[in-house]
């Protein structure tokens, strides 16, 4: 009788049915990807099955509930509570662009303002292209956020209500921030 070789990767239907989430979630909002990818790292860092690594990945999902509930929130809500907006197609259809960088956008806006980048950036990429070096910069700083809170969030209850509730505050100013952006736009 033969022995079968040993197994090295096993995983649960559950674990690939997230990961295949995310596939969708970065086909939608490529934006999303540097967040997403430090997700799967925590998590193949997690499978190790040690207490620190579950406490990181539990740390982890934590912040990213608390970072994206009131950009998800303002998703949803300000078109009913707004009648500007009508049915609220035209604000999700704007909204929706920048809803995986709102983490990152008071970060980002903050550096620009006190390093005055945006001349700099003009200068090297051009006028054309600004727009998309800002919204990556913004993508890959919402990584670094979550990253920082996460590590913040470390393996005790106490830190990681404070780095939720960070996550959260820097999501609502961000998404505050977008949303006086996105008004003034579009003229409403």
Known sequence: MTESPPRRFRAAIGELMGLVALAALACVWPALIPTETLAVLVWVTSRGGSEAARARFTSLAMVLAATYLFPLANF???PMLDPAWGDGEGWRRTWSGYFPI??????TFLVEVFTNSNVFLRRIVGPRWVDLVQFTIASLMTAAVIYALTLLAGRSRGRRIIAAT????????????MNVLVIAAAGV
């Open 76 to 78: 949803w809500l300000v």
């Open 166 to 177: 960070l996550g959260f505050l820097n999501s609502a100013a961000g998404s505050l921030v």
């Open 102 to 107: 709102i983490p990152g956008i008071l970060p």
